[in-house]
T-cell receptor
């Protein structure tokens, strides 16, 4: 069974204090790992997709990295507007597997609070 | 209007009521999804539709009934719900189910409270 675990559950940072969020996964063949941001009362907003170990993607103060066991979301010099819940999800399937359902397995999220 | 929209945004219903949630995507996508997000729990996939055909049903109770009349619209019909069904119901869409086109874009959700 595919599993996704995010840590920490909650993280408080001072503005400008860089840190990293972790997403550990156990899947039978990773097809893609997705990061989303979710603000209270809203739907998740797509940030990144990573497909293979060693891949990195950046967007403003965020950088996502991927290994064979985990992904990190690095936040550099965060601002209060970066406060949100960050969700990680994996899509799994063996090579040649149709996975017609495009199923994503989500982690529980990390609630980030950045204080000014 | 752009992206994925959902109506209503908030819904309160009794256990004997029948209601429907509506989702519309303006992205030209072919696949649509229903998710349930409960407090302190990860998002749970409920249903997947591709080109109006249901391709996934994750053991969801029959009191939830999806309908996809075309690739732009998705409904979730609700009847005789239980209080534990109270949650945020999210709709998402993706270009297709094929690799490299599968990023899912979410709507704002419908906050449902069952009394």
């Amino acid at each position: 069974e595919d599993q996704v675990t995010q840590s920490p559950e909650a993280l408080r940072l001072q503005e400008g204090e860089s840190s990293s969020l972790n997403c550990s996964y156990t899947v039978s063949g990773l097809r893609g790992l997705f990061w989303y941001r979710q603000d209270p009362g809203k739907g998740p907003e797509f940030l990144f997709t990573l497909y293979s170990a060693g891949e990195e993607k950046e967007k403003e103060r965020l950088k996502a990295t991927l290994t064979k066991k985990e992904s990190f979301l690095h936040i550099t010099a965060p601002k209060p507007e970066d406060s949100a819940t960050y969700l990680c999800a994996v899509q799994a399937g063996l090579h040649g597997d149709n996975n017609a359902g495009n199923m994503l397995t989500f982690g529980g999220g990390t609630r980030l609070m950045v204080k000014p | 209007e752009t992206g994925v929209t959902q109506t209503p945004r908030h819904l309160v219903m009794g256990m004997t009521n029948k209601k429907s949630l509506k989702c519309e995507q303006h992205l030209g996508h072919n696949a649509m999804y229903w998710y349930k997000q409960s407090a302190k729990k990860p998002l749970e996939l409920m249903f997947v539709y591709s080109l109006e055909e249901r391709v996934e049903n994750n053991s969801v109770p029959s009191r939830f009934s999806p309908e996809c009349p075309n690739s732009s619209h998705l409904f979730l019909h609700l009847h005789t719900l239980q209080p534990e069904d109270s949650a945020l119901y999210l709709c998402a869409s993706s270009q297709d189910l094929d690799p490299q086109q599968e990023t899912q874009y979410f709507g704002p959700g419908t906050r449902l409270l069952v009394l």
